[in-house]
């Protein structure tokens, strides 16, 4: 019997067994700070390197403090990220976490990922105080790791789908991009879909644009280091009011659901495009009932969405607060409320759904 509710039987093999479930998330919950500050330190990289290795070894190659990093290597251990030999009492990291965790160029690299989680939990607090509110709490006001995180977190997946699936997936787009087209890509952060896709189509003319002014000047500075600044300009706008039309193709990488007004937006993507243009929709892989999504992608997303994606749009006018969890049909009906005629899912990754949407 439980002491709070006498009425109800507690199993508590099954107690026990969601507690030690909870040491389990709190130790996962902790390694987010460890995994970046292995990121920061360079130490992931020096192991790999250089494995194995012995905490005062990883300590002088990486110029940090050997007590801490001892600490920081047992954990890692405990937790799989990083193997020890007890015998010669080195540290060695595995050729998988290799990849994902010093390689970013793969699409499995996971240090952006743990980045922006770990900068969302630094902004719960404020969070917590607008759960009470209702008010929202805008992109702009996140920490920089957030922002930082969410480029590393997502260029990887875009490396991999953009250029080789998720355009050619879209009707007559690559052939346009191929001959010279005129591109918008809306909501851009920091810019590297539309670096990307630049890169890929010397002939076509890109504009990137977001509402946070921080994100646009990192954008151009990333530009002019890829070398495509000649073809790519930037500009500080909300989606409902980016400038140019007759557009090709107009793109939208995990940000619809952000914003405050997506209808809106959608109604200005409309009358920014040619009338045989394409909008390109990618949003978080999610199903349309909420227990479809009651698996580890959907846990992530949602939780994402709550510290996130939740507030951001409902800082904003209208606030109609999609969530990270939106699926096809509440997106489909953005779009066509904003009067677009055809809509449909051109492509999808375990992490994305891929939507086109046409006059
Ligand atoms: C999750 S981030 C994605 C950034 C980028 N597309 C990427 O894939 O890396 C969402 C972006 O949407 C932008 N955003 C949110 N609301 C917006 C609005 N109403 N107009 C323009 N951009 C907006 C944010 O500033 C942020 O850069």
Request: some cysteine; charged content about 20%; overall charge negative.
């Amino acid at each position: 019997m439980s002491a709070l509710h006498p009425a109800v039987e507690v199993d508590g093999d099954k107690l026990m067994q969601f507690v030690f479930r909870a040491v389990d998330e709190v130790g996962a919950t902790l390694n987010a700070a460890l995994v970046v500050m292995g990121d920061k330190l360079g130490l992931y990289r020096a192991l790999a390197e250089g494995g194995p290795l012995s905490s005062a070894e990883l300590a002088a190659r990486t110029g940090t403090a050997e007590r801490y990093v001892r600490e920081w290597l047992n954990a890692q251990a405990a937790g799989g990220f990083v193997a020890y030999d007890p015998d010669s009492g080195s540290y060695t990291l595995p050729p998988e976490q290799t990849v994902a965790l010093t390689d970013s160029d793969s699409p499995a690299y996971l240090p952006g990922f743990f980045q922006i989680a770990l900068g969302s939990v630094i902004d719960s607090p404020k969070i917590v105080e607008r759960a009470r509110s209702g008010d929202g709490f805008g992109w702009h006001e996140h920490v920089h790791d957030v922002h930082d995180g969410c480029e590393r977190f997502f260029r990887p997946g875009y490396n991999a789908h953009l250029v080789a699936e998720w355009l050619p997936a879209l009707d007559g787009v690559v052939a346009k991009l191929e001959r010279g087209g005129l591109v918008a890509d809306v909501g851009c952060g920091h810019g590297s879909s539309t670096i990307l896709m630049a890169t890929a189509f010397p002939n076509s003319t890109f504009v990137g644009s977001d509402y946070h002014a921080g994100s646009i000047e990192t954008a151009r500075q990333r530009a002019n280091e890829a070398g495509v600044g000649d073809r790519v300009s930037f500009q500080v706008a909300p989606a409902a009011a980016y400038s140019g039309t007759g557009y090709d193709l107009v793109t939208m990488f995990d940000c619809l659901h952000d914003m405050g007004d997506p209808v809106g937006a959608a109604r200005h993507v409309r009358s920014t495009l040619k009338g045989d243009g394409s909008w390109m929709i990618v949003e978080p892989r999610a199903g349309d009932r909420i227990e479809d999504n009651f698996n580890p992608v959907g846990r992530a997303y949602y939780a994402f969405s709550t510290l996130l994606c939740t507030p951001a749009s409902l800082s904003q006018e209208v606030g109609l607060a999609l969530g990270a969890q939106a699926g096809e049909s509440r997106i489909r009906d953005v779009v066509q409320t904003a009067g677009f005629g055809r809509f449909r899912q051109a492509a999808e990754t375990p992490f994305n759904l891929v939507f086109e949407a046409r006059a």
